[in-house]
């Protein structure tokens, strides 16, 4: 058994008149909901196939030149958010979301969301294929993906030419893959995505990784005070394997609960200070120590007193 059936549409079997109203329908049906323009002259030349891969979608068009957008309404009809992935094959294509605009020509591909307004322009005829993944499926190999649309990737050399030949032979062998190669083909997917949409860095202290640590450490930072927060918590709720969350901080020399437990650490000593008529052990409490004594013994390591002597000045 394979695939679900490649799907194909064409205006050239309708007549003139009808063919424009009618690829205004199709776009929302073979990508997501899209609001195009209406125009005087009916005439329009366009040809898409749709395949399901997985739970992805993989479609080829071709098609003249157009513009179209997605607004709230049109957002608001996707239950299950995705990321797109937009690859010209042939022509050019303007995107803008997020107040970042590019200009996409042929070789070249972005990421792009479906949770956030967009508009496209083609100014030429185009042909282009797109990929539509889930976006919890994308984050758990590329976390910071939100963060890295509308930037354009020549898939014309490097890792980009890898993932732009993957997605081409996607496009033409997709229908004939057994359902059960599925999932091991979408892995291979968006690990050569994340290969060539990544900022690259020469060490681990590239900008990527920062950015993504200092996401981290805000995701900490907003729930500090509870008591289970650790390592494996962290990792969930940031989409990441623990193993990747503790090499991010190995590289910056501390250990994720070492960092934890310096911020729980320095708020309760502000806490010691700003708030003097709060006993030391609620204040400990609330900021996601279990122990009394514990924190008593963890605070005295770190300041040198103890938190009674700290909050006398001693």
């Known amino acids: 058994m394979q695939l679900d059936t490649p799907t194909h549409h064409s205006s050239a079997h309708l007549p003139g008149p009808r063919q424009y109203d009618w690829w205004r329908e199709a776009v929302s049906e073979t990508h997501l909901p899209w609001d195009l323009p209406r125009r005087s002259d009916g005439s329009y030349r366009a040809r898409v196939r749709q395949q399901a891969l997985g739970v992805s979608q993989i479609i080829h068009c071709v098609c003249d030149p157009c513009e179209g957008r997605r607004g709230k ?31 996409l020509e042929q070789g070249s591909f972005t990421l792009w969301d479906s949770t956030r307004p967009i508009e496209f322009g083609l100014p030429q005829d185009l042909e282009k294929i797109t990929l539509l993944l889930p976006q919890d499926l994308v984050t758990e190999t590329l976390p910071m993906a939100a963060d890295l649309i509308m930037r354009p990737i020549s898939g014309q050399r490097g890792p980009g030419a890898l993932f732009a030949t993957h997605l081409r032979a996607l496009a033409r062998e997709g229908g004939d893959l057994m359902p059960a190669r599925a999932t091991p083909v979408l892995r291979a997917t968006l690990d050569l995505l994340t290969a060539a949409i990544a900022p690259q860095e020469g060490d681990g202290e590239g900008a990527y990784h ?54 729980r650490l320095q708020r309760c000593r502000d806490a010691l200070l700003t708030s003097p008529q709060a006993r030391i052990s609620e204040i400990a409490f609330t900021h996601g120590f279990s122990d009394a004594a514990h924190f008593s013994r963890a605070f005295r390591d770190a300041f040198g007193v103890s938190p009674r002597e700290f909050r006398q000045g001693k």
């Not at 294509?93 to 200009?103: F, M, P, Y």
Request: positive net charge; hydrophobic residues 40%.
């Open 73 to 103: 309404a049109e957002i608001a009809q996707l239950q299950n958010p995705v990321y797109g992935i937009l690859y010209i094959l042939k022509g050019r294509e303007s995107l803008k979301q997020a107040g970042r605009e590019t200009v």
């Open 210 to 263: 920062r950015a993504l640590r200092a996401r981290i450490q805000d995701f900490i930072l907003r729930n500090l005070d509870d008591p289970d927060l650790d390592p494996d918590r962290v990792a969930a709720g940031m989409g990441i394997s623990a193993r990747q969350l503790h090499r991010l901080f190995h590289d910056s020399g501390l250990t994720v609960d070492r960092w934890i437990w310096r911020q």
